[in-house]
């Protein structure tokens, strides 16, 4: 008859076997952890009124404000990411970074800044209803019916500036009105100029004279318009 041998195991004690687990649950954490960052640049945030943001880099410092400006950069794409580019900051307004406050940008625009911080990297997804909200012209690639995606690359953070900028581009607003006033009041005074020479030309008797006074009245005043309309 075989015998049955008994291994003695040491019974472990219960406060070893606390510690064990412990071990386990921060060894559990800790890998979560590393995969969180690991996949911190694929993660999408919710915001308000179904904006969306992905992070790519944070950057530093406080978070944006309605009282600050941002300089950003930006490329804009319709629909998707893998979308071509519709508009590139880089090749628009000679290249500058562009000075964004909340309360002069789409209002899905002005929530993501909120979130964002300068020397950062974002994508941001703007649905129907938190850009325009009109029709918009056809020469601008995109609908009130679309999703904007915007690459972002936030440069710098002006902290309090917001105000100050607001009243710096009204001013430049009423110095552009001014010399629109000016070139129109020039503009009409060489059409008089113009008609007194034909007139006296027609009394001089030189019909012709006077055609070709008003001719070219009426021709400055069409190259005249669409400078207006430019400005």
Known sequence: MSEVTAVPIRPIARGSMVKLWLGLLLLCL???ALAWVGTAGQQVIELD???RMRVISEGHGPLMTDQDVMLVTYRLHVGDLSAP???????VGQGQPFPATT???????ADGLRHMRAGGRYILWLPPGTHVTGPVPPAAGFTEHDTLVFELHTLQLGAGLAQELQQQQMMQM?????????????????????GGAGGDAGAAGSGGASGDASGGSQGGGAA????HRRH
């Open 49 to 51: 009124h179904g904006v």
């Open 103 to 109: 309360s002069q940008v789409y209002p899905g625009f």
């Open 224 to 227: 005249g318009a669409p400078s």
């Open 174 to 194: 009423q110095q552009q009105m001014q010399q629109q006033m000016q070139e129109q009041g020039h503009g009409a005074a060489g059409a008089g100029h113009g």
């Open 30 to 32: 800790a890998g979560a």
């Open 85 to 91: 580019v519709l508009q590139d900051s880089e090749t």
